[in-house]
């Protein structure tokens, strides 16, 4: 038998990689890009025809190159990043594969122009399917301008994924945006068509290349930061803990200046704005880790999108401690800051309207007085503050009033409550203006982190029914519940199944007495089964905790006592994230004396 094994020729290899490195128009702008900012280069000119598929011409004035080299570059596996495998233990520069222009110009006709700093003359060099064409001495600044002409005009089946136009434009202006946060001291323009589409100067912080690059409704609504532990340094910007987007378009890792994807980094994110957001709202986050090039892998994927850190756990929780802590250095959230649609911003009349909308749609079907409803009572009979949460634990129903937790009207505390309008929202004096707050929200946070902690200290405390409350489930719902019975004991709950589907709720939460029980099973049980047993434990108790202190929380319309009022806003300033509830949604928002001025017309 004759062999059927064959060595490819290198113009094969070459088009294989470049299978792998240039996908579309925008990795060619990734990968010269990035030589450019290797060679030291201050600024980038990137100048695109038809979306890329006619021209990609990228010109720098970075060190150039002598007219060797200018020809080994398109060599593959030609480099003057690294010299060996050692080297690849600790790479600082953005490139050291050497694939990059070996692959392009295998699927592109590229001029490539050159000249040395003190050259005597600069280099022109034109290349087709990989082959030097032609190789002539040409006038040039110092610096290197590479044009890629007919991208895949050689692979046809290449050329029919790429989609249209505006949509491979974007992906290059991703690409240049995505450079251009990662490098802010060069100057970057980019014009499609001969037309300026950006023009970068170098900046000075994140926020001002955020602006230049997103715009103003972004740029003023993060917060830059900075900080360093364990030989790990995270800074960036981030949205302020209520700003929040549809999508995930806003966010990027920087490790060592290289944007990467990487999910150990985005899960610390999320875990670090946790319920501050709701349900497919993404935060906005411009996010640079430094640290020493030999504790991560950059040769992990033929683009070098990702990265692999030797100790993830470890950049993963110092990150999300990092992000953590300035979230809650944040302040109450202003007026005009309560803006998470992620379009445009609002004024405040539309962003209260909205948000008032919002809340009569929760209130509808929710269960309003009843015996389960403790909350439900009428004015009259409210002698107690049930808001405080050891009450419903220690004390029989009608304790005299003077066994309250004191809360004086003119103490240190910042707010203090004027009023409540449409029994829903209380009016508060503030030391700088005025606060509305959703008594709903407001109770629900105070609930969800006064059971966090109870959970947290291992100390849940529990009321013991008189009489227990029989829940019957179907077999699918009982099997999924026997089986989070022992999270639901840790969480205060002694449910006992009596078979065939039949359940005892024998003890609950204290701060829970008086709600719906079998309600609130059903709905742990919905969240239990949307989250699965495989989630996050700690993601899944929180759920299950949100949706507990969903139950007992102040109804949008129920009376307020002057006392309750004061010391819902009490409890409300006591907990770690004051400023939304566990759903997501803010529970104050606060107009400043000036805001209001200006209202008026005053100033
Ligand atoms: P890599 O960047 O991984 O080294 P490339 O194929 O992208 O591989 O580039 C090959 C070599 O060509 C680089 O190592 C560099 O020496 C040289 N080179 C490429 N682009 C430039 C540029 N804009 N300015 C100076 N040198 C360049
Ligand atoms: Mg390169």
Redesign the pocket.
């Given at each position: 038998m004759s062999s059927i094994i064959k060595i490819l020729s290198d113009q094969v290899i070459n088009k294989i990689a470049a299978g792998e490195v240039v996908e579309r128009p925008s990795s060619v702008v990734k990968?010269?890009v990035?030589?450019?900012i290797?060679?030291g280069?201050t600024e980038i000119c990137i100048d695109i025809e038809q979306a890329g598929r006619r021209l990609i011409r990228?010109t720098?004035n970075?060190?150039?190159?002598s007219k060797e080299?200018a020809q080994n570059?398109f060599l593959r596996h030609?480099?003057?990043?690294i010299t060996s495998d050692t080297d690849l233990e600790a790479i600082d520069?953005?490139?050291?594969?050497?694939?990059?222009?070996?692959s392009i110009a295998s699927v592109s006709q590229v001029r490539l122009t050159?000249a040395e700093q003190d050259a005597p003359s600069g280099v022109m060099i034109e290349i087709e399917s990989g082959r030097i064409l032609s190789i002539l001495d040409a006038a040039a600044p110092q610096?290197?301008s590479?044009e890629i002409s007919h991208l895949f005009y050689n692979t046809p089946a290449r050329l029919k994924f790429l989609k249209s136009p505006a949509t491979e434009f974007a992906h290059i202006l991703t690409a240049v945006s995505r450079q251009a946060m990662a490098h802010r001291s060069v100057r970057f323009r980019l014009t499609h068509n001969k037309k300026t589409v950006l023009d970068l100067p170098p900046s000075l912080n994140i926020k001002e290349r955020i602006f230049q690059l997103y715009g103003n409704e972004i740029a003023e609504n993060v917060v830059e930061f900075e900080n360093t532990r364990d030989v790990i340094r995270v800074h960036g910007a981030i949205g302020k803990p209520l700003y929040n987007r549809a999508d995930r378009t806003h966010q990027d890792f920087i490790v060592n200046r290289r944007t990467v994807k990487n999910a150990s980094l985005t899960h610390a994110l999320y875990g670090a704005y946790g319920d501050l957001l709701m349900r497919d709202r993404h935060p906005v986050a411009f996010v640079f880790i430094d640290i020493a090039p030999e504790l991560v892998d950059v040769n992990v994927h033929p683009a070098k999108a990702e990265v692999r850190f030797r100790n993830p756990s470890q950049i993963h929780d110092v990150v999300r401690d990092v992000i953590r802590e300035v979230l809650r250095s944040q302040g109450t959230p202003r007026a005009g800051e309560v803006v998470t649609t992620g379009a445009d911003s609002q004024g405040v009349r539309e962003a209260l309207s909205s948000y008032m909308q919002d809340l009569s749609h929760r209130s509808d079907g929710a269960p309003e007085g009843g015996p389960a409803s403790y909350f439900g009572r009428r004015k009259r009979d409210i002698g107690m503050s049930p808001l405080h949460a050891d009450y419903t634990a220690s004390t029989p129903q009608g304790q005299p009033a003077e066994l309250l937790p004191p809360v004086s009207a003119n103490s240190d505390q910042d707010i203090f409550p004027f009023a409540q309008i449409h029994d829903s929202f209380i009016v508060a004096q503030s030391r700088e203006g005025m606060v509305i707050v959703d008594q709903h929200a407001a109770h629900e946070r105070v609930l969800f982190e006064k059971l966090q902690d109870q959970l947290q200290s291992g100390h849940i405390i529990v009321q013991n029914m008189l009489i227990p409350v029989l829940v019957e489930l179907g077999p699918a719902q009982g099997a999924l519940l026997i089986e989070y019975l022992p999270e639901l004991d840790q969480l205060g709950f002694l449910v006992e199944d009596f078979g065939t589907g039949t359940f005892m709720i024998k003890a609950v939460p204290a701060l829970l007495v008086g709600a719906d029980y079998k309600k609130l099973l059903l709905d742990i049980l919905d969240e239990v089964t949307v989250h699965g047993r495989s989630g996050k434990m700690e993601q899944l108790r929180d759920e299950v905790l949100s949706v507990l202190a969903c139950h007992p929380a102040i109804k949008v319309h129920r009376h307020l006592e002057q006392r309750e009022m004061e010391t819902l806003l009490h409890d409300l300033a006591q907990c770690r994230m004051p400023h939304t509830c566990p759903h997501g949604r803010p529970t104050l928002i606060r107009f400043s004396m000036d805001e209001i001025k200006k209202m008026f017309k005053r100033l």
């Open positions: 990968e010269l990035e030589n450019s290797d060679a280069a990228i720098d970075g060190c150039g190159m080299d570059a030609a480099t003057s990043k520069t953005m490139g050291f594969r050497g694939e990059a222009l070996s050159t610096g290197t590479l």
